[in-house]
């Protein structure tokens, strides 16, 4: 309950002490999972002293324990291993201390840490966080390199070697922390984000040798996976070797099997680079090569076809062609002309084979009364009546000179004729 108190009554140190002690006996004792960071064990003394930490949160608790106590887990746990331990917590009212007393104390076995790697791993999945989605391509050829191993290790001069042996003018910045024990975690999380806020470094390799699974967890552990996924800057991963599996390989944009194999797919080989640009020379000029010949044949095509090589043919045969249909149409006017003809000269001389004039020059002679009409028949023609004949070479007067009647049909009647009459005209 909380305590009454003002500027006017307040209540002793000693007396805040003891509640905050009876507040914490009322706890109980609990099972608590941490990192041993410091050992003491003073020779003589009954009483152990353990620093357990927590690696993620980097928070540390001071755990005391019988020698009897320590003694059964000695030969199996040293400075940086897991253990489980079962304490009830104490507080030293005299100093305002803290601690765990320990009735036992259990190590971490390889088995349970892959198990709970396990579940983390699935819940980070379940999260998204190792999609490969959210992997960056890495630059062709970075300028700045940001490296984090650790101090003068083997994986340092892997990267390095084989980096400058591909590219020597590729340059690094290093950064050297623990990579194991309890304060590899927030090392490795200060680097990496100290090199992701740097905006000319363009990718960063995470290295680390080979190791046993306790040597590894640090780059299993949460926070540093959460750390890395939100780098705007590719990770590159390369801790242990090709069997070890670390959480830290499945967030980053690459993973490589080897600190040796980082830097190969990390930076070019100047030779195979210049290999390929010679390739892709070869390629272009092939290529250009191979365009110009085929536009040359074409061109040569073009030009040997005979519109082209005697533009004017064209014209001389469109010439002939002309001059052979102006041919051909006079021809045929000139059929139809002279067949035209020959038919107007057949009906001229059927017109005039059966005109009257024809008729009067076998003989013939045409008889017209005064009016001038023609006389068809004898009883027509009055006695004494003076008609006109006219024949092929002109006309003359005539008398009846009896109008009777013939007997016989064609009797024609008889008629004077005068002499001394002129053809007309």
């Known amino acids: 309950m909380a305590l009454n108190t003002s500027p006017d009554t307040p209540i002793p140190v000693g007396q805040v002490s003891r509640l ?31 620093t357990l930490r927590d690696p993620s949160h980097d928070i540390s608790l001071s755990v005391t324990c019988y020698r009897t106590v320590f003694d ?3 030969d199996i746990v040293s400075e940086g291993a897991r253990v489980v331990v079962h304490a009830k917590p104490e507080w030293y009212a005299p100093r305002g201390q803290l ?26 999945t379940a999260e998204g966080l190792f999609a490969a989605d959210r992997k960056r391509p890495l630059p062709f050829l970075p300028q700045l390199i940001g490296l984090v191993c650790g101090r003068a290790s083997a994986a340092e001069r892997d990267v390095l070697e084989n980096a ?3 590219w020597p003018a590729v340059r690094f910045e290093v950064r050297n922390v623990p990579v194991q024990g309890v304060h590899a975690v927030p090392a490795v999380i200060e680097a990496v984000t100290e090199l992701d806020g740097k905006p000319e470094v363009d990718v960063i390799i995470v290295a680390r040798g080979g190791g046993s699974v306790e040597d590894l967890l640090p780059f299993s552990d949460e926070q540093l996976v959460r750390a890395v996924a939100g780098c705007r800057t590719p990770v590159v991963s390369a801790i242990g070797h090709e069997p070890d599996t670390p959480l830290l390989d499945l967030v980053a944009d690459l993973r490589a099997s080897t600190p040796t194999d980082a830097a190969k797919r990390v930076v070019p080989d100047v030779g ?22 085929r536009e040359e044949r074409g061109l040569a095509a073009v030009r040997a076809r005979p519109c082209v090589e005697r533009p004017q043919r064209m014209v ?7 001059t052979a249909l102006a041919e051909r149409s006079r021809r045929t006017l000139g059929h139809l002309l002279d067949r035209a003809e ?9 017109v005039v084979a059966l005109s009257p004039a024809a008729t009067l020059r076998r003989g013939y002679a045409v008889l017209q009364h005064a009016d001038g009409s023609v006389v068809r028949a004898a009883a027509e023609v009055t006695a004494e009546e003076e008609l006109r004949a006219r024949v092929a070479e002109g006309e003359f007067a005539v008398r009846v000179t009896s ?16 002499p001394g009459v002129t053809p007309p005209a």
Request: hydrophobic content about 40%.
């Open 20 to 50: 905050i002690g009876g507040w914490i006996d009322r706890l109980g004792a609990v099972w608590v999972e941490g990192q041993i960071t410091q050992l003491s064990r003073r020779p003589g003394a009954g009483v152990v002293f353990l």
């Open 72 to 74: 059964q887990v000695a």
């Open 99 to 124: 601690s765990l007393r320990a009735a036992e104390i259990r190590p971490v076995g390889v088995g349970e840490l892959l198990a709970r790697l396990e579940q983390l791993k699935r819940s980070l």
């Open 164 to 166: 400058r042996h591909r």
């Open 272 to 293: 195979e680079e210049l290999v390929r640009v010679r390739q892709l020379r070869d390629r272009a000029l092939r290529c250009v090569t191979g365009f110009l010949d």
């Open 316 to 322: 001389d045969e469109r010439e002939a062609q002309v």
């Open 342 to 350: 020959s038919e107007l000269s057949h009906t001229h001389a059927r």
């Open 403 to 418: 109008a009777e009647t013939p007997t016989e049909p064609s009797a024609e009647p008889s008629a004077d004729v005068r």
